[in-house]
């Protein structure tokens, strides 16, 4: 039972540089987030998915995109990395707003 | 717009002192639900309970329980006998359930707790 799995785990950037992280769930379930995480901000919203091919901006949305072409999967994307994105970024799902959440195991990105 | 506020940025308890998290939150929708969720040094997130709205019976799961308060709009946890695996960052969560477009799952910027031996 994967649930939640997130790729990579680990990623150096340089400035400028482009990446796309990957998020993948076998839960069936209609709801993704993004989520990153800075010491002493908790964990903010990026983006979200409430079905295939939607996309909302969540509370952080510059600087990134994202896609959700198939139900399982959803893709963060940097199209030019800065030094203030490097963050630990989770993904996370769950079945309906009434349910509670699965994260994935988290990306450590590190922009130089 | 859903918030939640956990007051306490970093907390230190000797070993088999009890120890409450606070979490505020505040929401204009009517039904909602409230989480908690734990990371442990290891990084991961993992969940610890769900309460909706309706339901302000506290809950009880061996060391740990919950009080939700709807009057002052509190769902605070609560650690007996604390353990040194207790060590974590633990966070308060809010999902609004009815008001429309509200999809997302808003979290508090989570409360450092460590537990000296």
């Known amino acids: 039972n994967a649930g939640v799995t997130q790729t990579p785990k680990f990623r150096v950037l340089k400035t400028g540089q482009s990446m796309t992280l990957l998020c993948a769930q076998d839960m069936n379930h209609e709801y993704m987030y993004w989520y990153r995480q800075d010491p002493g901000m908790g964990l903010r919203l990026i983006h979200y998915?409430?079905?295939?091919?939607?996309?909302a901006k969540g509370e952080v949305p510059d600087g990134y995109n994202v896609s959700r072409l198939k139900k399982q999967n959803f893709l963060l994307g940097l199209e030019s990395a800065a030094p203030s994105q490097t963050s630990v970024y989770f993904c996370?799902?769950?079945?309906?707003?009434?349910?509670?959440?699965?994260f994935g195991q988290g990306t450590r990105l590190t922009v130089v | 717009a859903q918030k939640v506020t956990q007051a306490q940025t970093e907390i230190s308890v000797v070993e088999k002192e009890d120890v409450t998290l606070d979490c505020v939150y505040e929401t204009r929708d009517t039904t909602y639900y409230l989480f908690w969720y734990k990371q442990p040094p290891s990084g991961e997130l993992v969940f610890l309970i769900r309460r909706n709205s309706f339901d302000e019976q506290n809950e009880i799961s061996g060391r740990y329980s919950w009080n939700f308060q709807k009057s002052t709009s509190s769902f605070n946890f609560t650690i007996t006998a604390s353990q040194v695996v207790d060590s974590a960052v633990y966070f308060c969560?809010?999902?609004?359930?009815?008001?429309?477009?509200?999809?997302?799952?808003?979290f508090g910027k989570g409360t450092k707790l460590s537990v000296i031996p």
């Open positions: 998915s409430v079905g295939e091919g939607t996309t």
């Open positions: 996370a799902s769950r079945r309906d707003r009434l349910s509670e959440a699965f």
């Open positions: 969560a809010l999902s609004e359930a009815r008001r429309a477009g509200s999809y997302q799952l808003t």
